[in-house]
């Protein structure tokens, strides 16, 4: 999960870095909207490594 500039603002991405593909693009960087998609994906059960490199959150803590 990073962010990325997308039509002139940022936007949160989701990628699946071994196929080097895009699972997804966030409309904003809210908290609100990461914990919604977040809360939303199925099979959680299979997901072994998260990382996630979001440097414009970090004062949102």
């Known amino acids: ?3 990325i500039h997308l039509l002139v603002s940022l936007k949160g991405v989701v990628t699946n870095v071994k196929e080097n593909t895009v699972i997804d693009i966030f409309k904003d960087l809210r908290q609100a ?3 919604k ?3 939303k994906i199925p099979n959680k059960e299979d997901i072994k490594v ?3 490199d979001m440097e414009s959150l970090q004062d949102s803590s």
Do not use: N, Q, S
């Open 37 to 39: 998609y977040l809360r």
């Open 1 to 3: 999960m990073d962010e």
């Open 50 to 52: 998260v990382i996630m």
């Open 33 to 35: 909207t990461i914990i």
